[in-house]
């Protein structure tokens, strides 16, 4: 995630909700048959969803006008219907009989509330800018507005209308993410600074409900909720999670008969790729360099900002060798920056990832690379350069991608020197905003399923742009894209095949690798639905059997 605000929210998506496990391992039990126990990297940071950065798991207990099913569709959710007018900026949702996890009614009031509470300021929420398009959205995030100005009403307390500044294209995709869905303002009032800090101090509208988390431990359960509107598709009555640090810990553990599914480690995959129980979860994350535009130090400016160079950077990686040997962890190429299976035409169903390419960008050619290397020393007159890789150690595979990238470009590029800065996660992300490096290692995981999701990262002026790349002829096409061809889906993707080739031709952004996770999983487990952008875990119709 390019360490940004919203590049945060995919990754704790992912280490939350990715590594997770099940089970329910005692046959001769009806009650054990219907628990699930699940593993993960992390405790959970948050259940107020204001504040949350990701719904991987917790999309199981909040809910919003739709929820995300097979192959990132929307299906029916809190909204009985959703209809839009024919400019594409009015949307009107009118919602089923349904209860809060306490009993309450669910009502558009709540869906208003809500909403004004994730914009207001004081609130901190960091997905804030997914609410940008909704009308005076953007004002009310930066204070300028007053809260109840956003462009969400209730005329009723079954419907919901929403204003937008324009048509969004991906609106009822949006609409199955948590963030969008209700809170109910009386449970809010009535725990004050409490609201949200331990399970009992929240209410549920998903098929879940919390208990057992206190804010900080490491076992929590999702137990079925009763007052769920659709409860009788939900067969499971309980899932168990458990932090589990270690891959050997979570293989142990698995062995045992305590997982059902639990993620491997690169060394693992190697050992346990032919298991019967050996499965892979893709997942819309590209882990990229981002090059300093903006430079503190002049060489390193005029050198970053030189086409040729950045050619010549992009094209020494052997990212073959980096998923195979260096990750090994059954991760995949990227051909740009937007990640693979995300999208599709709408006219003839090709992934927008493979649109995209652009020749003799991100393939691994030695020859290509050395040949830009020198023409572009040339062009800004040096013979020798120093370069500063900053990255995360809190990403697992950091040290080992920036010791790839030192020895592979010092191989391949003459005159080449790299230094590595692996620092923990808020002080990579804070030097990174503040535009202290050279080259960053960082990465971006999809909120939803369209280009748009990663098409805002290049733009100008953006806060996840942390390279300050600009492109005045990529900003149009995204703005068309956004703007007035909004509610044309075919001109709209050209845009947006257009504008990602331009960032990929000139590698403002160089993508390494895009990352699956490898999992054993025990056969036992069904209906489980996994989805590889926004909330990426569904366990409404889960079963083991």
């Excluded at 879940?208 to 490491?218: L, P, S």
Aim: glycine letters at 6%.
């Amino acid at each position: 995630m390019s360490k940004l605000k919203g590049v945060l929210a995919g990754i704790v998506t992912i280490s939350v909700g990715l590594i997770l496990a099940a089970c329910g391992n005692n046959k001769n039990s009806a009650a054990e048959d219907k628990t699930l126990n699940l593993s993960t990297t992390a405790p959970l940071d948050t259940i107020d969803i204001s504040k949350s950065t990701g719904f991987g798991q917790t999309g199981n207990v909040f809910e919003s006008f739709y929820r995300l099913g097979k192959n990132g569709k929307p299906v029916a959710g809190l909204a009985k219907t959703g209809t839009v007018s024919k400019n594409g900026k009015t949307w009107t949702f009118k919602l089923r009989k349904a209860k809060w996890s306490n009993g309450d009614p669910i009502t558009a009031q709540d869906f208003v509330y809500s909403w004004r509470r994730s914009l207001n300021p004081k609130t901190a929420s960091p997905y804030s800018y997914l609410f940008s398009g909704v009308k005076n959205a953007d004002a009310i995030a930066k204070g300028k507005m007053n809260p109840s100005a956003v462009g969400i009403s209730a005329p009723n307390k079954n419907t919901v209308v929403v204003k937008l500044n324009k048509p969004i294209a991906y609106f009822k995709v949006l609409m199955a993410y948590p963030l969008f869905g209700p809170q109910n303002k009386k449970v809010v009032n009535k725990y004050g600074k409490k609201y949200a800090t331990k399970a009992q101090y929240q209410v549920y509208s998903g098929p879940f409900k919390i208990k057992g988390w206190n804010g900080t431990n490491d076992t929590w359960s999702f137990v079925k909720n009763n007052n769920y509107w659709d409860k009788k598709v939900v067969k499971l009555d309980k899932i168990n999670y458990q932090v589990v640090k270690s891959n050997n810990t979570g293989y142990q553990m698995y062995q045992q008969g305590k997982l059902d599914l639990t993620p491997l480690s690169s060394e693992q995959v190697k050992n346990l790729k032919s298991n019967k129980d050996f499965t892979q979860y893709p997942y819309s994350l590209v882990r990229f360099l981002l090059y300093n535009f903006k430079d503190k130090n002049a060489v390193n400016r005029k050198a970053l900002n030189n086409k040729n160079i950045r050619l010549a950077l992009s094209l020494a990686i052997d990212r073959n060798s980096v998923t195979r040997k260096v990750l090994g962890n059954g991760s995949t190429l990227p051909t740009g920056f937007v990640a693979t299976d995300l999208a599709k035409n709408p006219k003839t169903n090709v992934d927008f990832a493979k649109e995209q390419a652009v020749k003799n960008t991100v393939d691994y050619n030695p020859t290509l690379a050395k040949k830009y290397w020198q023409k572009g020393l040339n062009e800004i007159g040096e013979k020798n350069l120093t370069f500063d890789i900053l990255a995360s150690n809190d990403e697992a595979d950091s040290d080992q991608l920036t010791q790839y990238l030192q020895s592979q470009w010092t191989k391949e590029l003459k005159g080449i020197k790299i230094n590595i800065t692996n620092i923990p996660e808020k002080s990579s992300d804070s030097r990174a905003r503040e535009g202290n490096f050279d080259i960053y290692l960082s990465h971006w995981g999809g909120d939803f399923n369209d280009p748009m999701t990663f098409m805002q990262i290049p733009l100008t002026g953006t806060s996840y742009n942390y390279g300050k790349w600009s492109s005045s002829k990529y900003d149009n096409l995204v703005k068309k894209a956004a703007n007035q061809d909004a509610n044309d889906p075919v001109t709209r993707w050209n845009d947006l095949v257009s504008a990602a080739k331009i960032v990929n031709g000139d590698q403002a952004i160089t993508p390494i690798y895009q990352q699956t996770t490898s999992y054993l999983q025990k056969p036992r487990v069904h209906g489980v639905i996994h989805n590889t952008a926004g909330t990426q875990w569904s366990y409404k119709y889960a079963y083991v059997k």
